[in-house]
């Protein structure tokens, strides 16, 4: 199963939930400011996976959301990741940080829907 590293004050994060729940896509959650445990896995993995270089060096990036495989890798990549599924990724869809299961609110993306903001100190994404 794979395990998605995020965090519900994250938009891009509440995206991808919302997407995996719409899809019904198996997953773990790990939201990476609810515990201290799970922000301590997800450093492990940004501060040793070649896949954050270029996050550790960009001032104001996080690296979520982050998607881990069972074989232990690793992708940014969670849009194409639900087209290999053979469904369509809403990347656009605004989610309300306080939306909390949000599969039971999931509704198929429109074009009308809106453009979602990105996380980041800066706002240029996470």
């Given amino acids: 199963m794979v395990t998605l590293y995020g965090s519900k004050i994250c938009p891009d994060c509440r995206q991808c939930k919302r997407n995996f729940d719409?899809?019904?896509?198996?997953?773990?959650?790990?939201?990476i400011t609810a515990k201290i445990q799970?922000?301590?896995?997800?450093?492990?993995?940004?501060?040793?996976e070649d896949l954050?270089?270029?996050?550790r060096e960009e001032?104001?990036?996080?690296?979520?959301?982050?998607?881990?495989?069972?074989?232990g890798s690793l992708t940014f990549d969670w849009q194409?990741?639900?087209r290999s599924l053979g469904f369509e990724a809403d990347d656009k869809t605004e989610v309300p940080?306080?939306?909390?299961?949000?599969?039971?609110?999931?509704?198929?993306?429109?074009?009308?829907m809106p453009i979602g903001k990105a996380c980041g100190l800066d706002g240029k994404g996470c």
């Fill in 59 to 71: 001032e104001h990036r996080v690296g979520i959301p982050v998607l881990q495989f069972e074989d």
């Fill in 38 to 48: 799970n922000l301590k896995a997800f450093l492990r993995l940004r501060d040793t």
């Fill in 80 to 82: 194409g990741y639900v």
């Fill in 52 to 55: 954050f270089k270029p996050v």
């Fill in 97 to 112: 940080e306080d939306a909390e299961d949000m599969s039971a609110d999931a509704k198929a993306p429109t074009a009308e």
């Fill in 22 to 31: 719409m899809y019904k896509i198996p997953y773990t959650y790990c939201d």
